[in-house]
């Protein structure tokens, strides 16, 4: 019942917290923290000497394609793939089949976690029925199921009335409203990020333009009726700087942003030549991969805090998902596993800090959702002991067919990260250990 995690450098941002020392969990929960703690006789020891301790990240935007779409992943292979990227808390998205627009539908997600699932799984319930951006879904009742937030996800709520009148009885409830920033007309039949990729590939483009115009809509509507909005998966410089300008007005509004859009590019669409063409389908992304400056942009919004979290957006397909031309591939990139190291490139480079990127996955998407009953993002005494440990430096190369996750779509196949997590720790169990790891 009590477990040490030892020798570890300790970093809790919510805490302020940046130690070396140990961790004790007794039954579940995180009993001390400090330089060195006594160790209760028979407890289980986890030496994390030269390894980064911190709370669990929590994911406020995945796709565990549960129920319906099984045959991309399932809930145990979806939770176990968070594990194994460190994410002790994922938000599951409603595009499904069918969709999670109902209080039994929700209860069959939250269902299905408990049989299954090795992370703690918060279901989010659509905003509209049938995710058509018309009629509302009964808001109250889907949050009395257990949704933790509304969104159209894979769409969004195009209707400024139908958005307006969410956020009035989702601001009432106190429930967060995500929304997936896109002009629907401005990016009809685009399948990658326009400019001089698209331009020398033949593929019709997706405008910034897209993006910015709905989030700067949303930040509108946000003031208008004091809910609060969290712009999805925000890809581009002018949708940094309406965020900007929104949160110096003071609107309520959060912002994510993915690991793919923070450190590749549009570029990676024409690394890698496939059987249909010059181009790799595991790039294709909704929304699509930007440029250099966009990235750069983002990673900066990131560390000032102007984008809140990091978000993986974690979106697994079957093989002949991608196994096709470009136009038509599946939008979306298999993210849980390799979020971390594709992130400690930019603490390797020097872009960002440490302790802020565990904030960002940790705290602060706590922090959004607006929950701590839930997750905390946390190690103070007394917190649910969801725990990641990790080893900064371990470079290793990325395997799509080793991947513990049923979708193997990644571009980043055969690429050599830096930064892996080693175990991961929920309620004080360990659902994930790494065979590399050198753990007591």
């Known amino acids: 019942m009590s477990l040490v995690v030892k020798g570890g450098r ?64 399932t809930m145990a292979s979806g939770t176990a793939s968070a594990a194994a990227g460190g994410f002790t808390t994922v938000c599951a998205m409603p595009n499904t089949r069918p969709p999670v627009d109902r209080a039994e539908i929700v209860e069959l997600v939250l269902n299905r976690a408990r049989a299954e699932a090795v992370v703690r799984v918060l279901p989010i319930a659509c905003v509209t029925r049938g995710r058509a951006g ?12 257990g949704a933790v937030a509304l969104s159209d996800d894979g769409s969004p709520v195009g209707d400024e009335e139908v958005m307006r009148e969410a956020l009035e009885k989702a601001g009432y409830l106190g429930l967060l409203v995500i929304d997936h920033c896109e002009d629907s007309e401005i990016s009809a039949g685009g399948v990658m990020n326009s400019g ?12 910034a333009r897209a993006e910015e115009d709905m989030i700067a809509r949303n930040a509108a509507l946000a003031e ?11 890809t581009t410089v002018g949708g940094v700087e309406h965020m900007r300008r929104a949160k110096a007005r003071g609107a309520p509004v959060t912002a994510e ?14 690394a890698k030549s496939g059987s249909y063409g010059p181009y790799d389908t595991n790039a294709k992304v909704n929304p ?27 979106a ?11 136009e038509e591939a599946a939008f979306g990139i298999s993210g849980l596993e390799v979020a971390l190291g594709s992130l400690m490139s930019l603490v390797h480079d020097g872009r960002l800090e440490l302790p802020t990127l565990i904030e960002r996955l940790t ?17 103070r005494p007394g917190s649910p002991a969801d725990v990641t440990i990790f080893d900064p430096n371990a470079e290793w190369v990325v395997r799509a067919d080793r991947m513990v996750s049923a979708g193997r779509n990644t571009p980043l196949d055969g690429v050599t990260l830096k930064g892996r997590v080693a175990a991961t720790l929920v309620a004080g169990r360990v659902v994930y250990r790494s065979e590399e790891a050198r753990l007591g």
Request: net charge negative.
């Open 134 to 145: 018309s009629a509302l879904v009964d808001i109250e009742e889907v949050a009395r199921a």
């Open 257 to 270: 942003v993915t690991p793919h859009h923070l450190t590749i590019t549009e570029e990676w669409v024409r």
């Open 316 to 326: 697994p397909h079957s093989a002949a998902d991608k196994d096709c031309t470009f």
């Open 288 to 314: 699509p991969l930007r440029t250099q400056k966009d990235a750069d942009a983002l990673v900066a919004a990131l560390a000032e805090g102007i984008i809140d979290c990091v978000a993986t957006d974690h």
């Open 224 to 234: 208008a009726t004091g809910g609060r909005v969290h712009m999805a998966h925000v």
């Open 363 to 379: 705290a602060a998407p706590a922090r959004v959702l607006g929950r701590p009953d839930l997750c905390a993002g946390t190690l």
């Open 10 to 73: 300790i970093i809790d941002p919510a805490a302020g917290v940046d130690l070396v020392g140990d961790v004790l969990i007794e039954n579940g929960v995180v009993s001390s923290v400090g330089e060195c703690v006594e160790t209760p006789p028979g407890a289980e020891l986890l030496d994390a000497t030269g390894l980064i301790v911190c709370p669990g990240f929590i994911d406020v935007h995945c796709h565990l394609r549960v129920p319906g779409e099984e045959h991309k992943e």
């Open 196 to 207: 001089d990729v698209a331009d020398s590939l033949g593929f019709q483009g997706w405008p």
